[in-house]
């Protein structure tokens, strides 16, 4: 199997149907808004759960995002669906509890009992999720919570009230509601690809789900500063151990401030990490200060420079490649600019070409030479052009100078020919 980047953007989220408040859903995707439009029937795709049409439309109340990997927002979701039954939540801990019912055999007339999800309301969810970013087995991941829905958001302040606000530190908790102009326009006439491509680079960092940045975009910079680093020939330190980098430039992390040009191997790093913690036992850091500027580092954002400059060719590609409409708007600009700069040109310097056609006007008005005769207009009228052209070029040659002797050279004077 191919190794691959960490994803740029991986998250859980909860779904409220608008129409019925209480049904909810939790679901996972590398993209909110594509997902969004399948559970609302927009596009295909979607959720079997989701797509009762007394339930849509569906509404993105809020994500966690954060994930190293895809395989650790799946596991994350599950946590979330089934909090009576996951083993990362200890039973002494555990909000809600297991419900068991009965069913009976259509052909035996059987019964037994089988575990059941119980029915969660928004408190539920919203607490059970507070309990989740607290266990020992997320609680080192650097995940975060994004609200979109204000009313959501207080059920959330009022129960992380409730347990002593006791929410793990480095954990970031935002509301980011959509702008009022962006709701507006929520429901245009249909767009063409290209309108829709514009508009979501538009409502990048405008708030709500369709401001959330799902791409690379945010280590672009980062991503240019380490390849231009490690390609240089100077040779590079490492900021820790003092050792020089060998050619395996591939586990080097580049810290990410723009005037820094420190470099670090990855375990010595990560090493510095967890001392400046205290973390004992763990073998993976959050955050860190540069070893050189002091600046705080996310490690994750660090791990994900490295992994897309390693193994993401095809993403560097792409996140390099300049925007097409912009390429050909900047070069038909130029080509306008060059246009207008040689017609200047041409006028300064035809300046006189009005007095030049006068010149030729006079010239075409002289009387023409007796020997001068028109020759009606008939269907061999183009053969009698090229005749007559024919009879001035002998007769202008037989005043011309003797004939010389036709010299061909090729790349060696010595092997001329002279032709009779």
């Given at each position: 199997?191919d190794?691959?980047p960490?994803?740029?953007f991986?998250?859980c989220?909860?779904l ?8 909810l ?6 993209n909110p808004?594509?997902r969004l439009?399948q559970?609302?029937?927009?596009s ?11 339930l ?6 809020c994500?966690?995002?954060?994930f190293p990997?895809k ?7 599950w ?9 990362r939540?200890?039973d002494?801990q555990r909000?809600?509890l297991?419900?068991?019912k009965v069913r ?6 059987r019964t037994?009992?089988?575990p059941?999800?119980p029915?969660?309301s928004l408190t539920?969810?919203l ?12 609680a ?6 994004r609200?979109?829905?204000e009313?959501?958001y ?5 129960w ?6 006791s929410?793990?530190s ?5 509301l980011?509601?959509k702008?009022p102009?962006e ?5 245009d006439a249909p767009m063409?690809?290209?309108?829709k ?9 405008k708030?709500?789900?369709e401001?959330?940045?799902?791409g690379?975009s945010?280590?672009k910079?980062?991503l240019?500063?380490?390849?231009f680093?490690?390609?240089?020939d ?9 050792a020089?980098?060998g050619?395996?430039k591939m586990v080097t ?7 820094c040009?420190?470099?670090?191997h990855?375990?010595c790093l990560?090493t510095?990490?967890l ?8 073998i993976m850091?959050t955050s860190g200060?540069c070893?050189?500027?002091k600046v705080a580092?996310?490690w994750?954002?660090l791990?994900k420079?490295?992994?897309l400059?390693?193994r993401?060719e095809?993403e560097v590609?792409q ?7 912009r ?5 038909s600009?130029?080509i306008e600019?060059?246009h207008t700069r ?9 300046g006189n070409?009005?007095?030049i056609a006068l010149?030729?006007g006079?010239v ?7 020997d ?11 053969m009698?052009?090229t005749?007559?052209a024919s009879?001035?070029m002998d007769?202008a040659?037989?005043l011309t100078?003797?004939r010389l002797?036709?010299v ?5 004077w010595?092997?001329a020919?002279?032709?009779?």
């Amino acid at each position: 199997m191919d190794a691959r980047p960490i994803p740029a953007f991986y998250c859980c989220y909860l779904l409220r149907s608008v129409e019925h408040h209480a049904s909810l859903y939790v679901g996972s995707t590398p993209n909110p808004v594509r997902r969004l439009a399948q559970h609302n029937g927009e596009s295909k795709g979607g959720a079997v759960r989701t797509a009762r049409t007394n339930l849509r439309p569906w509404e993105m109340t809020c994500i966690v995002t954060g994930f190293p990997s895809k395989i650790a927002a799946l596991q994350f979701e599950w946590a979330w669906q089934n909090t009576h039954l996951t083993k990362r939540i200890a039973d002494e801990q555990r909000i809600t509890l297991r419900e068991t019912k009965v069913r009976t055999s259509s052909k035996t007339a059987r019964t037994r009992k089988c575990p059941a999800r119980p029915r969660a309301s928004l408190t539920d969810k919203l607490s059970n999720l507070n309990l989740l970013l607290r266990v020992p087995s997320f609680a080192r991941w650097p995940l975060q919570v994004r609200f979109f829905c204000e009313d959501v958001y207080r059920v959330w302040q009022r129960w992380n009230e409730r347990v002593g606000g006791s929410i793990r530190s480095g954990l970031r908790i935002v509301l980011d509601l959509k702008q009022p102009a962006e709701a507006l326009n929520s429901h245009d006439a249909p767009m063409s690809t290209q309108e829709k491509g514009k508009r979501k680079r538009e409502a990048l960092g405008k708030g709500g789900v369709e401001g959330v940045d799902v791409g690379y975009s945010e280590l672009k910079g980062h991503l240019e500063k380490s390849i231009f680093m490690l390609e240089d020939d100077e040779p590079i330190m490492c900021s820790i151990c003092a050792a020089r980098i060998g050619p395996d430039k591939m586990v080097t992390l580049v810290c990410s401030q723009e005037s820094c040009r420190t470099a670090s191997h990855m375990t010595c790093l990560a090493t510095r990490f967890l001392d400046e913690e205290g973390a004992g036992s763990s073998i993976m850091p959050t955050s860190g200060k540069c070893p050189k500027c002091k600046v705080a580092l996310q490690w994750i954002d660090l791990i994900k420079e490295m992994s897309l400059r390693a193994r993401g060719e095809k993403e560097v590609a792409q996140l390099m490649k300049r925007p097409k409409g912009r390429q050909s708007k900047a070069v038909s600009s130029h080509i306008e600019h060059d246009h207008t700069r040689n017609e200047d040109e041409s006028d300064q310097e035809g300046g006189n070409f009005g007095e030049i056609a006068l010149q030729a006007g006079s010239v075409a008005d002289d009387p023409l030479p007796d020997d001068w005769h028109y020759q009606e207009d008939d269907e061999n009228d183009l053969m009698s052009t090229t005749s007559a052209a024919s009879d001035g070029m002998d007769s202008a040659s037989s005043l011309t100078a003797p004939r010389l002797e036709v010299v061909i050279e090729d790349s060696d004077w010595d092997e001329a020919e002279v032709l009779d």
